[in-house]
């Protein structure tokens, strides 16, 4: 299950967009341990996004993450003068019909957006609509009003 909030730890940039009051998919990277890899999967809203010293952002937000110090430490590169990025966020609506890396490709390519998604980048609106509905299976509801 998940929190109604959390955080996320990242390198510090590049942001890409990353802003409060912006959505974020979230997408499970090829893992052949874990059934269901490859997919967007889930949809947040991001309340606050943070560049500091590790230190800092962990003591500020590890009642709300999953990542021990250790975990901090090793992104920042065993340097705690090294900042990072966190990625406060919340309402996490985990997608019933997960949208498959084939599809997303498929409409990233129509939108002219970046198919690389190793990192953040920034999408129409038009273009997180269409992942969205087709992760909740909502364009099928919509359709036979």
């Not at 230190?55 to 090294?82: C, H, Q, T």
């Not at 019933?96 to 129509?110: A, E, G, N, R």
């Not at 690389?116 to 980048?121: F, M």
Request: glycine content about 4%; proline content about 4%; some cysteine.
């Amino acid at each position: 299950g998940l929190s109604v909030e959390a955080v996320y730890y990242r390198a510090r940039s590049p942001s890409n967009g990353l802003a409060a009051s912006s959505r974020i998919l979230w997408y499970v990277s090829t893992d052949k341990n874990f059934h269901g890899s490859m997919y967007v999967r889930a949809c947040s809203y991001i309340d606050e996004v943070v560049v500091g010293k590790p230190k800092d952002l962990y003591r500020r937000y590890r009642r709300l993450g999953v990542y021990d110090w250790k975990n901090i430490f090793e992104l920042a590169k065993y340097d705690v003068s090294n900042q990072i990025m966190a990625i406060k966020f919340s309402n996490t609506e985990l997608f019933s019909y997960p949208v498959s890396w084939p599809t997303l490709q498929d409409i990233l390519k129509k939108g002219k957006c970046p198919s690389r998604i190793q990192s953040p980048h920034r999408v129409t609106s038009d273009v997180f609509m269409q992942i969205y509905r087709i992760g909740t299976n909502r364009q099928v509801k919509e359709q036979n009003k």
